[in-house]
């Protein structure tokens, strides 16, 4: 096919006009037929450098230093993260393992239902900020690595291994006292209600004007809370229909306000502190939180005890089929990184490379200790001399 100089004129200048075209799709690492491109690396780093608590904690910019020691740690965990992957895409692929919308659609109506409903997964993908179609491809990969992980043999539990584990591990299943509460939600927060203001390019609000802003806000939202309260006082049965009406907690306010049992340690201590002293089915008042003010009701008590193993049964069933599947994707792993042609086209992101820079950098911080303790390593594994 043929290609006109103006075509090629114009498709040159669209690369040097994005100034990223070539360089994303730059291959780094070749995969028997499979190409692992900048774009793909720079994707999956960015979302490790945001999900880090490491990270986070270090303060600053991971990128601009490239050969400091949390960097290269990211940097190698996601280029054994996308070389895995590929891996086992390509061993899905060849099993003929295929992953239809409904497939997904049904496991996400199932993680809805464990959850609690659409809006507390809305609210859970919203706080750890993945969006719906990031969240689908996840299920998508899921449920297609738990496919592939069935070839490799046997990952159902029976009862008898659920019931060994429990067993086992009865001290896990041991709990405080808890209470079971709901609650009504007036949300406010005075930091982010600043940011808020502050952010509108069209504030002309003065500092003294802005804080009056503020304290206006909170005081209409600590009535409203101290109104509904004192309705609920003379009839606590109108919780779940005030609840609808005026609650911003969407996670639990599709169950009627209802939070489940919980321990003290499980809410923040304003909360629980108010919750755990308060008589079942009553409304006795408002709590502020950082979250803003709440209007609640204790429904239940459970004394401390053990959770029956029936109860705890499909938990460990879903642990123990995660464990045996991890197990199993890794020998696949295994499996395929020996008959597989891998080529680093920028040797840079060798692993091998990336963990000698590492060991020049813990052999830095250390004043030699990494080199010592392999050497040492080295002669405990040496056959000794006769």
């Given at each position: 096919m043929?290609?006109?100089?103006i075509?090629?004129t114009?498709?040159l200048?669209?690369?040097?006009l994005?100034g990223c ?11 028997n037929d ?9 994707k999956?780093?960015?979302t490790q450098?945001?999900?880090s ?10 990128k601009?230093?490239k050969?400091?020691?949390?960097y290269?740690?990211?940097e190698?965990?996601v280029?054994?993260q996308l070389?895995?992957q590929?891996?086992?895409?390509q061993?899905a692929?060849?099993h ?5 919308k409904?497939d997904v659609n049904?496991?996400i109506?199932n993680i ?9 997964l809305?609210?859970?993908?919203k706080q750890?900020?993945i969006s719906i ?9 899921q ?9 490799a043999?046997k990952?159902e539990?029976s009862?008898k ?5 429990y067993?086992?591990?009865i ?15 007036i949300s406010?927060?005075?930091?982010q209600l600043?940011e808020?203001?502050t952010s509108d390019p ?30 609920l006082?003379?009839?606590?049965s109108?919780f779940a229909q005030?609840v ?5 907690d ?11 049992f919980?321990?003290k340690?499980?809410m923040v201590?304003e909360?629980?502190?108010a ?9 006795p ?6 979250f803003g003010?709440?209007?609640f ?7 401390a005890?053990t ?6 049964k499909?938990d460990i069933?879903a642990y123990l089929?995660?464990?045996?599947e ?13 008959k597989a042609t891998?080529?680093f086209?920028?040797?840079s992101y060798n692993p091998?490379v990336?963990?000698?820079?590492l ?5 830095d911080?250390t ?7 392999d ?5 405990k ?6």
């Open positions: 043929k290609i006109s100089k075509a090629v114009l498709l200048s669209s690369v040097l994005t075209g070539l360089k994303s799709n730059q291959a780094l690492i070749k995969i499979t190409i692992i491109t900048q774009k793909d690396f720079d999956l780093m960015d450098i945001s999900n608590p490491l990270v986070q904690m270090s303060g600053g910019d991971l601009k230093d050969d400091g020691f949390l290269l740690m990211t190698q965990r280029v054994n070389i895995i590929s891996l086992l895409d061993e692929e060849a003929g393992i295929k992953v239809s409904d049904q496991e109506k809805m239902d464990k959850m609690g409903g659409k809006d507390r809305m609210d859970a993908l750890n900020g179609s990031q969240f689908k491809k996840d299920v998508e990969i449920i297609r690595m738990r496919r592939l992980a069935a070839t043999g990952t539990v009862e291994e659920a019931k060994d584990f067993n086992k591990n001290k896990q299943f041991k709990h405080g006292e808890q209470v079971r509460a709901s609650h009504i939600l406010f927060n005075a930091d600043k808020e203001i069209k504030n002309k609000l003065t500092e003294e004007e802005i804080k009056a802003k503020i304290e206006k806000t909170e005081a209409e939202k600590k009535a409203l809370a101290e109104k509904i309260a004192e309705e006082k003379a009839d606590t109108k005030y609808k009406k005026y609650s911003e969407p996670g639990s306010a599709e169950q009627g306000g209802d939070l489940g919980f321990e340690d499980r201590p909360f629980s502190k919750v755990f002293s308060a008589k079942p089915n009553t409304a008042g408002v709590i502020k939180t950082p003010y709440h209007v009701i204790v429904t239940d008590r459970m004394e005890g959770v029956p193993f029936e109860k705890a499909a069933e089929q995660n464990q045996k991890v197990r199993a994707l890794d020998d696949i792993t295994q499996a395929a990184k020996k891998i080529e086209v920028d040797e091998e990336i963990n000698k820079k060991h020049n950098q813990v052999n911080l004043g030699g200790a990494k080199d010592k303790a050497k040492a390593e080295a002669a594994k040496a056959p000794a001399k006769k």
